[in-house]
């Protein structure tokens, strides 16, 4: 189970930081991805469903990775928020992400700074935790 949330946060780290290209190489791309958050009952509950796979994948592969209890509590943050989310009409979160989205557009290459630094710390953490436990 270790090994498949390993995975999963390697190819999840692997996206952000493409996700980071395409913010810089071609924002215009980037911009529709982003905006197409929240806008649908159906985007709505398959981004809460990502979420939660790579919550649980947090929690799950957390004990074996480097700064541990940071990338645990990151897991449960992540949980929890999508479990709430998943209990909040959709509509909500819409309305919420229209006022939101605007400012994220706005400052995308801030906002993509954050997705790179989480990707590389995400596939770090996960490869040095392996490295350790490898060698126990």
Do not use: C, N
């Not at 498949?4 to 999840?12: E, K, N, P, S, Y």
């Amino acid at each position: 189970m270790s090994a498949v949330a390993g995975a999963i946060l390697v190819a999840f780290g692997v996206f952000l930081i493409g996700l980071t290209v395409v913010v810089f190489a071609k924002p215009a791309v980037a911009e529709r991805f982003f905006m197409a958050f929240a806008s649908s009952a159906r985007t709505h509950y398959t981004e809460q469903i990502v979420r939660l796979v790579i919550g649980a994948s947090l929690i799950i592969r957390s004990g074996a990775m480097w700064q541990s209890k940071v990338f645990w509590l990151v897991g449960w943050g992540i949980v929890i928020s999508s479990l709430v989310l998943i209990l909040t009409p959709w509509q909500w979160h819409d309305r919420f992400g229209e006022e939101v989205r605007p400012m994220l557009i706005r400052h995308m290459k801030l906002f993509a700074v954050g997705l790179l630094t989480f990707g590389v710390l995400l596939i770090y953490g996960v490869g040095l935790g392996e490295s350790r436990y490898l060698q126990h």
